[in-house]
């Protein structure tokens, strides 16, 4: 019955259901570490983006304090038997200075119980750096204590698709940072556009567009917001994949009449067949060393993922549990791959160990695509759909940590996760 | 007890008058907020195949047939037996005027893989293309095309939807 009342709850009121859109973190992990948080000044919201931060990556349990008393930027006036009683390990304080236009800014990270310094650094940055600025930080912090890179200063990239009776439909490829916010448009169009992937040093993206109505792949440079066709042959032009050097591009092509994959020598911009036979092939990624790719094809009836040996072109099939698996990409460590896997008419992201074998189902719900891995390994974005919209969200590759990303009007679609960019 | 049953009863109406009234809402709050959404606009711009059957060719010498969709079964590319003669007037159609070009666009229902459906609408398009060119068309008046599930026509997350979605277009764009 309480069931039921959510139920009638829920469907009564949908609009709260569209206000909740915002970062919101659904799952966390259950040790998370506490860390305090004293507020940096009245003069930004510095303090505010790392606690999203931290918050956000599930690893955290955040106490702000914004108490004067307790927010002082000087380590000697501290208040460490106040932090311990609050069983808070680390304590984040800071401090913010006006110079003119730009900030400087210091901040410390404490250690409770050692009454040691971790941290101590110190920054003057112009003022519209300062939510890159928070990012950094929240890198540093993350690092420190949990001994991995963070991904907090990485960037997304996606597809926006706004649908109105009245107008063309409006496709958008956007690169935003990592928490969804500071978007910026790279293409907008009326025809559809696809599957975008960063090059390995983070400068361009590869993409898919179909205006003039036939599909081209281009390379556009971020900054500049340059681009050049790689590909515009009749037919498939898809699934464009960097090598690891960036030297390469694998891509989609149907110059047999099947859908193919090729290498393209990016400074020739040849393309290579490299597999072949009369079924589809598509979705190719890079293996770490460069030597192989993984790709969908239908060869043994439904998609399922192979992997090429380029030097020799042996094949081999990965997957075996579910009916249909596509979408695969390697984890940074090269000893996964993480799959877009349907069983029982349920589409979800799945991790597979590449050593035993075992896949670990991350999502629910079955309306899930376009797995992208972060590159540290931690979190997958993913595609999906919430409050009858296309949203993106976030797992862990534990499957502990869930969080959906902010979202502007229309379906928001196919998140690339960008490579460490400093 | 049994009154409490009754009253239960008599609630559970009133919700459920209440979430008729929110269904509504719901659907008009959708398609306020990101729009295209919603059965009413689903099935428009799409051409019956069983009009175009009794099209006669040598009434319509001067107008390319009718626009034509053809629709397919899930993760398949068989054509329907029935769609086949439809194919053979727009077979006849092209041959009649060799300056005539057909674009053939494939598309597929939104479940899946974003490029593994970009292959299968292309498979589509392919086997319409095939059975075009066996009845004696030039390649050179064809364009295949696939966009997956990247241009639905109605957009709801049911069979409905994904029946009229799953589709091969032709667009004649010079005749």
């Known amino acids: ?422 | 007890m049994q009154k409490l049953l009754s009253s239960l009863k008599i609630f559970l109406l009133g919700i459920g008058i209440l979430l008729l009234a929110a269904c509504n809402t719901i659907k008009h709050g959708t398609s306020a907020a990101s729009s295209g959404f919603g059965s009413e606009v689903s099935t428009s711009g799409i051409g019956s195949p069983a009009e175009f059957n009794d099209t006669n060719i040598n009434a319509d010498r001067l107008r390319a047939p009718y626009n034509q969709v053809y629709y397919f079964d899930f993760d398949k590319y068989d054509i329907y037996q029935g769609d086949i003669a439809s194919i053979r007037v727009q077979s006849a159609y092209l041959s009649a005027h060799p300056d005539a070009r057909v674009r053939i666009e494939g598309n597929t229902d939104e479940r899946g893989s974003r490029e593994y459906n970009i292959t299968l609408g292309w498979r589509r398009a392919k086997i319409v293309a095939a059975i075009i060119e066996q009845q004696g068309v030039s390649p050179k008046q064809i364009v295949m095309l696939s966009y997956g599930k990247e241009k639905p026509v109605a957009f709801g997350h049911d069979e409905d939807s994904y029946r009229l979605n799953r589709r091969v277009n032709l667009i004649y764009e010079a005749k």
């Open chain 1, 1 to 422: 019955m309480t069931k039921l009342l959510k139920f009638i709850f829920i469907l009564l009121f949908p609009v709260n259901i569209y206000a909740m859109l915002n970062l919101e973190l659904t799952q966390g992990v259950d040790k998370a570490i506490p860390i305090g948080l004293v507020s940096f000044s009245e003069h930004n919201d510095i303090a505010d983006i790392i606690s999203s931060d931290l918050q956000n990556s599930g690893h955290f349990r955040v106490v702000n304090i914004d108490a004067p008393q307790q927010s002082s930027y000087r380590v000697q006036a501290v208040n460490y038997a106040y932090w311990a009683q609050q069983k808070i390990d680390n304590v984040v304080i800071g401090n913010t200075k006006i110079i003119g236009n730009k900030y400087k800014i210091t901040f410390k990270l404490l250690d409770v119980y050692g009454r040691s310094v971790l941290l101590n650094k110190e920054y003057t940055i112009p003022k519209k750096q300062l939510r890159a600025l928070a990012h950094h930080m929240s890198d540093s912090i993350y690092q420190q204590l949990t001994g991995k890179r963070g991904v907090f200063s990485t960037k997304i990239a996606y597809v926006l698709v706004q649908r109105d009776p009245n107008k063309p439909t409006k496709y958008s490829l956007i690169v935003s940072d990592a928490d969804g916010y500071n978007s910026q448009n790279l293409l907008v169009s009326s025809e559809p556009i696809m599957s975008p992937t960063w090059s390995p040093d983070g400068k361009n993206i590869a993409y898919v567009s179909f205006e003039n109505k036939r599909a081209a792949i281009y390379s556009q440079n971020i900054a500049s917001g340059e681009r050049k066709i790689i590909t515009k042959y009749p037919g498939i032009n898809g699934a464009p994949s960097w090598s690891p050097d960036g030297k390469k591009l694998a891509v989609v092509l149907t110059k047999t009449s099947y859908p193919k994959i090729y290498i393209l020598d990016l400074a020739t911009n040849k393309p290579q067949q490299v597999t072949f036979g009369m079924f589809s092939d598509t979705e190719p990624n890079w293996s770490p060393d460069g030597q192989s790719l993984i790709f969908t094809s239908d060869r043994g009836g439904a998609p399922q993922i192979y992997q090429l040996d380029i030097q020799t072109g042996e094949v081999q099939r990965l997957t075996y549990q579910g009916d249909y698996n596509a979408t695969a990409s390697f984890t940074p460590n090269g000893k996964g791959i993480v799959i877009l896997n349907r069983n029982n008419g349920m589409f979800n992201i799945a991790l597979q160990d590449l050593t035993t074998g075992e896949v670990n189902i991350l999502t629910e719900f079955g309306m899930n695509e376009s797995p992208s891995i972060a590159p540290n390994g931690s979190m997958i974005s993913y595609a999906t759909h919430y409050g009858g919209r296309g949203v993106l969200s976030e797992v862990s590759s534990d499957g502990k940590v869930k969080l959906r990303l902010p979202s502007q009007e229309g379906d928001v679609q196919e998140p690339a996760w960008s490579p460490f960019l400093d």
